[in-house]
């Protein structure tokens, strides 16, 4: 056994035993399709609901024993082959000096969203990543021992025009048009914002790596708001600025170079673009069609995706059909199964098991008939 101090260092990692969703996001060949969900840690079990019931959210994310303990419950039930950090992408906006409440039945809340660009006068201008978001990387060292080689574990950040967007409309909406006004109206304070934040994240997921992460997921979830010309303008840049200066600094610091994910939500319009912006795996949502998606990407980038979540209300028999169908459509190779956005929280657990197996069963098929 280790002692307590050893755990919250990041070095010394018992080895991995099961590396085959690594294998996948670099195309290297695998025994079978690794998988792993997005929102695997979450209020569709139980034991989650119960280990944060009357705990405050964003409390319960600052405590590393806690998302320890949350990444690690939905691994104890299903052969998953991957752990994704607990955390939430909105610290980063927190780690800039902003306010965010996670409010019962509405979802996350900021309480003064910036409305003009001298709203961004508000923000700290040099963040100290390490004091705001120590937290995150104790929590990844931390579950990284007591995963104790099992699978990977996967460290994630918001993308900057996706936190932009959070920041400027105070919350969740399905137009986000306050931000969206930003970038008509003011242009330069959008690309200002957006610096800022991409600097942070740059910061934050090098410490990510250090601390332990061994992959790197990108969530460009408000990729859907915008069309083609004000993707072009506001969110590829700086997507494709973090994944080189991610690997530049890795590089130099001598750290892994670790594989590194983008998913952009609903934005089927940059998937060329995205297969070329330096990341390994670009992450599908459902509403692309798998096989069209290999054309388009031309075998630059693994894929990771993206059978449609509510297709686990689906029976069990229906699952394993559904799952068939999409491994047919993305072939074995360079593929990380996986849904095409996170499970909701009132799934059932046993059609989550019913997913996972079925990728696995019917990818080992697939695999030997080759």
């Not at 003009?116 to 021992?145: M, N, S």
Request: charged share 25%; net charge negative.
């Amino acid at each position: 056994t280790m002692s307590k101090d050893n755990q919250i260092l990041p070095k010394d990692f018992p080895e991995l035993r099961n590396d085959t969703f690594l294998r996948a996001a670099r195309g290297e060949e695998v025994q079978h399709v690794p998988v792993w969900c997005m929102r695997q840690a979450g209020r569709y079990l139980p034991e989650f609901r119960e280990s944060r019931a009357g705990k405050d959210f964003f409390e319960t994310c600052r405590s590393p024993e806690a998302c320890c303990e949350l990444t690690l419950q939905p691994l104890r039930r299903f052969p998953l082959d991957a752990a994704i950090i607990f955390s939430d992408i909105l610290v980063v906006p927190q780690a800039l000096g902003m306010d965010v409440q996670m409010v019962a039945g509405k979802g996350p809340t900021f309480t003064e969203p910036l409305k003009e660009p001298e709203d961004l006068q508000r923000l700290r201008t040099k963040v100290d990543v390490p004091a705001e978001l120590g937290y995150v990387f104790k929590a990844i060292t931390l579950t990284r021992h007591r995963l104790e080689g099992k699978v990977p574990l996967i460290g994630f950040t918001g993308a900057p025009w996706t936190l932009m967007a959070y920041m400027i409309e105070g919350g969740g909406s399905t137009t986000y048009s306050k931000p969206k006004r930003w970038l008509y109206r003011y242009p330069e304070a959008s690309h200002r914002l957006l610096q800022q934040l991409t600097d942070v994240i740059v910061e934050y997921l090098i410490g990510q790596v250090a601390a332990g992460a061994q992959a790197l997921q990108v969530f460009e979830s408000h990729a859907g708001c915008l069309g083609p010309v004000q993707f072009q303008e506001f969110a590829l840049p700086y997507l494709r600025d973090i994944a080189k200066k991610v690997k530049e600094r890795l590089k130099e610091s001598g750290l892994d170079n670790v594989p590194m994910i983008v998913f952009a939500k609903d934005g089927h319009y940059a998937l060329e673009d995205l297969s070329e912006s330096h990341y390994e795996v670009v992450g599908l949502d459902w509403t692309i069609d798998p096989s069209s998606a290999r054309v388009r990407t031309e075998g630059k980038v693994s894929l990771q995706g993206n059978m449609d979540p509510c297709a686990l209300y689906a029976p069990k028999a229906r699952i394993s059909e559904i799952v068939r169908k999409m491994l047919e459509g993305f072939g074995t190779q360079g593929y990380i199964a996986n849904l095409g956005h996170g499970l909701y929280p009132d799934m059932d657990p046993e059609n989550v098991g019913a997913f996972v197996e079925a990728v696995h069963t019917h990818s080992r098929q697939l695999l030997n008939l080759q």
